[in-house]
């Protein structure tokens, strides 16, 4: 069955927005274990969206198109269809009922061109949009079903969930259950996880697929018709041969994965940064709850800051410079007990380092950083060595993404430092706090 | 002259990765006066391959086609415009010597995987590039001119700025100068936009285009061949419509716009953060520099921490609540001169608000949120309302915006305080410093 898809609209042809409903129709197809064949982009001419509603109809089983569903004047699917079609646009009194529903909820008095929006091509199928005005509508051309959608993400993605993907499935004639497993990795390359998992042997049914996104590295399980003991040893073979580098389970941050183990612990924790710059408090505070247990952060840029702020001594600027195991250890110290009016928090996590691209030394060149994590009485420390050649971002986000897996590490009670694979350690060390903040 | 773009890449195909190589070159083909018509994403098969190129090249002038031409299996680029115009692989001298420095360089002995690079269809003219492996090459078939480039992003842009959009107006034959004026805005929606500029007089060559990203609306004047005179009077005539809605000029960012006033200026900065909580630092020291001007930060996210860190008074939470003027201009006069070691800074910026879904009340729903910003001896504060069925990202984003705007306003000395179009001022205030830290 050969799957693909249209995307429509000057908008996205143009650049002027970049096509994220494409990529992630891609990546639900492949979760549901099926293959996109060929995805083509047109602007908003309706001789041109005619001419690819003929063309592609030619070639392709399904066609999913998105986008030109709206009121105005440039959006022009259903015309264009019904051109393709050799047949006129129909009032669909289903979708007008339901328009007229809409608005009234709303207060809104439909204007022509609402109702232009239930103007189908003759002998189109509804598709139903409970969250908008356009509704979805599939006719077949030639070998192909046309599935229509609308461009705005939330209601594409539910009438793509709740109606297209169980289309597809009863179109392949397909029983199989697919499930799909992701997990989390950070310090490992694709090839290095690609050579490692593809030597071992896998159930039949199961099928391995990668994504990256700087930091991390996402594996997907993906499961058709495989009974639940057999996926869970999958999972745990993968696991097993990954190891540290594997961070988290059906999470797309490990600033997820942080935030909900710490509202599940009810935990406190307070954040240190230099060269991450806010950006680890950051992720936190993007998901709501995070008052819970962020109690501060302070980023203390400058020399000054550190000393003034978290309480850095002297000495250990003169004798270590900021970027060493000591000063990240008592900014994690400081940071935790900053806050007079309340007790120390349980977790403190410290950032300090050169992002570069300038500022580096021989003996700590641009990419060398320290992170250290606070849990409870102990502070843990590490010095990692990154490329002077990689950018100020790459080693700012690999930086981030070390100091929330030593976090979450922490809070599971497991050792904080860990083994990755491109990641090198320079050095590393234990300090019980009394030591810090004596 | 119609001009298409060719994807090639099961991992672009199947969403693995977004696809920002196609929305970067729809934009640049804008700024250059051209206009996309068609792009076409295709896996890594063969057949797949070798059918895309014959089709297009009977529809199309000219088509970038973009990947496949990397030194892996996968990587088939040249093999399939080989086959599709009936024409061996033939080895290019030119590149194969190229290959060798760019390895003798790096001590790398070529393999066959590197030498594969070097192999064009016969009859194809090689494209250079300076920055890789990979060269580019360009071949005709049928009506069409196929230039072919790589995938990694540097490479691709490098070669697509100096050597394809040079190559399409050379066949397009234009004489005529492009050039494009960015003017980046907050506040004001594409609709309010556009009715205020489309109802001005243009000079002839000059087109506006709009382009979203959140917070931001960027409007491009796009002025081809027109005299400078009238480039400039157009620039004006398009600030005065929007006002204060125009943040910066040629820039993405309002960040990019402070950090490089900061540095110009010479000033420095500290920054107190509630529910932005630390996104302003970030974008920040997202810049190389930023420790020229940057102190510290605060993210005093709990209310013991805006009274313990940032000296903020019991009397004003008490009274006032976290969210007010009054606990703003404290937070932004407190983090100023938190640092004892060194002097107050020139500039500070604080925020606090309800960024949802919870913790609103009846007097300040969700959406509230104050900002305040020291500019010397005095800080400038203001209650905004947002809509509070708008997103948690979507309340820091704009919240984010704001601040910095007061902030690139209070650097250039000019009211801090401004007027955009959709956002809702509830009240705001002006204090002297002294009166703040007394």
Redesign the interface.
């Known amino acids: 069955m050969k799957l693909e898809m249209i995307c429509t609209g000057e908008e996205v042809?143009?650049?002027?927005?970049?096509?994220?409903n494409?990529?992630?129709?891609?990546?639900?197809?492949?979760n549901h274990g099926f293959?996109?064949?060929?995805?083509?982009?047109?602007?908003d001419r309706l001789k041109?969206l005619v001419e690819?509603f003929q063309e592609r109809s030619l070639q392709a089983d399904i066609i999913l198109v998105n986008g030109g569903l709206g009121p105005t004047a440039d959006d022009l699917s259903a015309q264009a269809m019904a051109d393709a079609m050799g047949v006129p646009l129909v009032e669909n009194q289903q979708w007008l009922e339901q328009l007229s529903i809409w608005g009234a909820e709303r207060g809104i008095t439909l204007t022509a061109s609402n109702l232009k929006q239930a103007m189908l091509p003759e002998g189109a199928v509804l598709v139903d949009n409970p969250v908008g005005s356009a509704c979805g509508f599939r006719v077949k051309l030639n070998r192909a079903w046309l599935f229509f959608t609308p461009g705005v993400p939330h209601e594409y993605k539910k009438m793509v969930s709740e109606q297209f993907l169980p289309f597809v499935k009863a179109q392949a004639g397909l029983q199989s259950k697919v499930e799909v497993t992701k997990l989390l990795s950070i310090g490992i390359g694709e090839s290095t996880m690609a050579e490692r998992l593809e030597k071992l042997s896998w159930p039949a049914g199961i099928t391995l697929?990668?994504?990256?996104?700087m930091p991390y590295l996402e594996l997907k399980l993906i499961a058709r018709d495989v009974p639940q003991a057999q996926q869970v040893k999958a999972i745990d073979q993968a696991i097993a041969a990954l190891g540290d580098t594997v961070v988290a389970r059906n999470q797309n941050t490990l600033a997820a994965e942080v935030h909900q183990l710490l509202l599940n612990e009810e935990s406190t924790l307070a954040?240190a940064?230099s060269?991450?710059?806010?950006?680890?408090?950051?992720q936190?505070?993007?998901f709501?709850g995070?008052?819970h247990y962020?109690?501060?952060?302070?980023?203390?840029?400058?020399n000054?800051?550190k000393?003034?702020?978290l309480k850095v001594t002297e000495e250990c600027i003169e004798q270590e410079t900021e970027v060493s195991l000591l000063c990240a250890a008592q900014m994690a110290a400081g940071v935790a007990s900053?806050?007079?009016?309340?007790r120390t928090t349980d977790f403190a996590v410290a950032t300090t380092g050169i992002?570069?691209?300038?500022?580096g030394t021989e003996e700590k060149p641009v990419g060398t950083v320290v992170v250290a994590v606070k849990a409870h009485n102990q502070v843990y420390c590490q010095t990692i060595g990154l490329s002077s050649q990689r950018s100020?971002?790459y080693i700012?986000d690999i930086s981030v993404a070390i100091a929330l897996d030593m976090l979450r590490r922490a809070i599971i009670g497991i050792p904080p430092i860990a083994e990755y694979h491109y990641i090198t350690r320079i050095n590393s060390a234990v300090y019980p706090i009394s030591e810090l903040l004596a």
């Not at 293959?35 to 602007?43: D, F, I, Q, S």
């Not at 992002?355 to 500022?359: C, D, L, N, R, V």
Request: with cysteine.
């Open positions: 042809l143009a650049g002027q927005i970049v096509d994220t494409a990529a992630w129709l891609g990546n639900q197809l492949m293959e996109m064949h060929r995805r083509t982009t047109v602007g041109d690819v697929g990668y994504r990256a996104y954040i940064e060269l991450t710059g806010g950006d680890i408090c950051n936190l505070v993007a709501a995070s008052s962020l109690q501060q952060g302070v980023i203390s840029y400058c000054e800051a000393m003034s702020l900053v806050n007079t009016l309340i992002a570069g691209p300038s500022g100020r971002t700012r």
